[in-house]
C-alpha cells in the first residue's frame, strides 16, 4: 500500500512541476492576497472628516473644537454657516461628522447651566457611524470634565485633592494597543490557505478525465484511499511552504506577533490543510469538468469562509441554525487556532476542540471522496 500511495504521489508531482505557471502562482498568490488584503482591511477608524457649525464663535466654544481638531480621531474639514450648509455636507460626503454648537453655549456655561452640543454623524456606514460617535461622546465628556474643574477652581476651590469615588482602571490583554490588523491577518491567513487549498485539489481527479488518463488508474490495482492519499499528500506538502511564507510576512510585514509556539502552528496547519484540501478533492469526484470544478470551489470556500468563519462577524451574533453551520467550515476552527496561538500563546491543551473538529472533517472528506471515486468508466 505504502509503495502504491508513493507511486500515485511522484504521479502528481510530475503533473505540478510540468505546469510550472501554476506552480509560480500557487506560491506567489497566497503572500501576494495577503499583503493586498492586509493593508486594505484596516477597523481602526481615524481621521473622520469633521465639519464646524460654531453659531456661538465665543472662545468656550472654540475651546471645544480646538479639543476636537487636536485629537487624532476627527480632522476639520469645513466651517458651516448655516443650516442648509450642514445637511449639504453629509449629503455629498464632505463630512462624516457635524459638530454644532448653539449661540447660548458660553452663556449657559457662563451661568453655571447645562448645555447641549449636537453632533450629526452619517449613519450610512453604521460601523463608522458608531465609533464617530463613541469618539464624539468622549470628547465631549472630558471637555465637559475639564469646565467643571475650571470651575470649582474659578470658585476657590481645591480642586487638587479631589478624586472620584471609583477608580476604573481598564487593561487589554493579548492586543493591548488594540490593534486591528492583529486580529485580521491570522484570520485571513486562514480564510486565503482554505481557499487557495481547496482550488488546488479541486481538479486534480477531473483533470485525469480529461485528459484521458483515468482508464489507466482504473485498471491499476491502487484503491480508491491509496489514490486520494496519493493525490492528497503533494498539494499538502506545497500548503506547507506556503502556510510558512504568509507566517513569514505577517510576522515581517505586519509585525504580528507570535506569542506561541511556530511549531504547533505548522503541525495544526497540517490537519486543518488534510480537511480543505478534502473539500477540494471531494468537489473533483463530483465535477464533470475543470472550470466547473473550480467554480464550485471558488463558491464552496470563499464566501462561507468570509462571512460565516468568524474572520469578520463574530459568530456568537449569528442565528443558533447559521453557527451550526459554520462548525462543517474548516477555517472557522483555524482561525480560533491561529488567533490563539499568534495573539496569546495558546498551548495544544487549549485548542483540542478546534483540532478535534478539523480532524472530524478532514477524515469525513476524504472518505467521502473514496466512496465518491468508482473505478469504471
Do not use: C
Not at 16 to 26: E, K, T
Not at 165 to 176: A, I, T
Request: aromatic content about 8%.
Amino acid at each position: 500500500m505504502p509503495q502504491r500511495i508513493w507511486m500515485i504521489m511522484w504521479k502528481e508531482f510530475i503533473q505540478i512541476m510540468r505546469d510550472a505557471r501554476m506552480l509560480v502562482v500557487v506560491i506567489a498568490l497566497p503572500v501576494l492576497m495577503l499583503v493586498l488584503y492586509g493593508y486594505a482591511i484596516n477597523f481602526d477608524v481615524k481621521h473622520l472628516p469633521l465639519a464646524i457649525y460654531d453659531q456661538d464663535r465665543s472662545q468656550a466654544s472654540r475651546a471645544l473644537i480646538s479639543a476636537f481638531a487636536q485629537s487624532e480621531y476627527f480632522t476639520m474639514v469645513a466651517w458651516l454657516h448655516n443650516n442648509p450648509q450642514v445637511t449639504q455636507a453629509l449629503d455629498r460626503g464632505q463630512a462624516k461628522v457635524v459638530l454644532v454648537i448653539p449661540t447660548t453655549y458660553s452663556a449657559d456655561l457662563a451661568a453655571g447651566q447645562t448645555t447641549a452640543v449636537q453632533v450629526l454623524v452619517d449613519g450610512s456606514d453604521a460601523t463608522t457611524a458608531s465609533t464617530a460617535i463613541g469618539y464624539a461622546q468622549a470628547m465631549v465628556q472630558q471637555h465637559s470634565a475639564q469646565i467643571a474643574v475650571q470651575a470649582l477652581q474659578g470658585a476657590g476651590v481645591n480642586t487638587s485633592g479631589v478624586s472620584l469615588p471609583v477608580d476604573n482602571r481598564v487593561r487589554y490583554w493579548y492586543n493591548p494597543e488594540l490593534k486591528s490588523t492583529n486580529f485580521i491577518i491570522p484570520g485571513l491567513i486562514a480564510v486565503i490557505l482554505m481557499m487557495l487549498a481547496t482550488l488546488l485539489t479541486s481538479m486534480t481527479v477531473v483533470r485525469e478525465r480529461e485528459r484521458g488518463t483515468i482508464e489507466s488508474l482504473i485498471v491499476s490495482p491502487v484503491m480508491p484511499v491509496e489514490l486520494m492519499l496519493g493525490k492528497l499528500i503533494p498539494y499538502v506538502l506545497i500548503a506547507f511552504f506556503d502556510v510558512m511564507l504568509v507566517m513569514v510576512a505577517s510576522v515581517l510585514l505586519f509585525h504580528i506577533p507570535l506569542v506561541g509556539s511556530p511549531v504547533l502552528v505548522l503541525a495544526l496547519s497540517g490537519i486543518f490543510l488534510t480537511a480543505a484540501l478534502g473539500i477540494g478533492l471531494l468537489i473533483s469526484t463530483v465535477a464533470t469538468s475543470q472550470q466547473f470544478a473550480m467554480t464550485v470551489a471558488v463558491m464552496a470556500t470563499q464566501l462561507p469562509s468570509v462571512l460565516m468563519s468568524g474572520f469578520l462577524f463574530p459568530i456568537n451574533s449569528m442565528p443558533p441554525k447559521v453557527q451550526l453551520l459554520t462548525l462543517l467550515i474548516p477555517a472557522t476552527h483555524f482561525i480560533k487556532i491561529l488567533r490563539a496561538v499568534f495573539l496569546k500563546g495558546s498551548g495544544f491543551a487549549d485548542l483540542w476542540q478546534p483540532t478535534l473538529f478539523l480532524l472530524l472533517i478532514g477524515g469525513v472528506m476524504l472518505g467521502l471522496s473514496a466512496l465518491r471515486f468508482k473505478k469504471k468508466v
